[in-house]
């Protein structure tokens, strides 16, 4: 079932083949509505390879823009392919406070990297994450970032082979031009495999010892009142 445009009728698409994607604003994977469809008239009239419609998300509102390739023009309808291209991808969260601030610097342009496709320009940005973290973790934290990295291997279970690449992005010593060229799969491995390193070597010991610091405060305020009362 294709999506028609047609004059005097709008939009018609079939109701259980409606669009649903990951918004990325709500990051929630949510139905689109149809909000704003440009007139069949003048679409008729110029016939553009592409047309570009703005959908409603159902769970939070936002417009979001998906272009649309033109199928086929007829008398009085557009047909469109029902690929889609989203202009606006999700973006990637982490939680960032918890890096050293050069390398949440770089680690946030890495994912924007990630979130525009941008698969090559994403790992050679994770090389200059995880040389600034390597610095910021100072004698020994390369090799405990590796170890990390092998557990992470293990945990999930992934064969050498397809490891080498992530490995050599993350740890090679040599210059950005010797980066291996990632698919998009091997650099989606890349992104969680780093966002796990970074999460165990800063993100866990952060939220451990703020957590541990309340506690803490709370056992002395309880402690004071005693000695008080
Ligand atoms: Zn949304």
Redesign the pocket.
Known sequence: MAIVIEQDQGITSDADERIGLE??????Y?HMEPQSVPDAASLLRDKPKHVGLVYK??????P?FLRFAVREYTDNRVELYRNFVELERPKERFAFSYLPKHTEVLFREALSCYSGGNFNAFASMCRRSTISAFDALGEGGKLRAFEEVMVAQEIAGIDDESFAPIKSVLFGSGQHEDLPLLTHAQAGILLEVLKDMFYQCFVRRGKLTRAIKVRRFFVSENNDNLVSA
């Open positions: 918004c990325p604003y709500c990051g929630m949510a998300c159902d769970a939070c509102d936002e979001v």
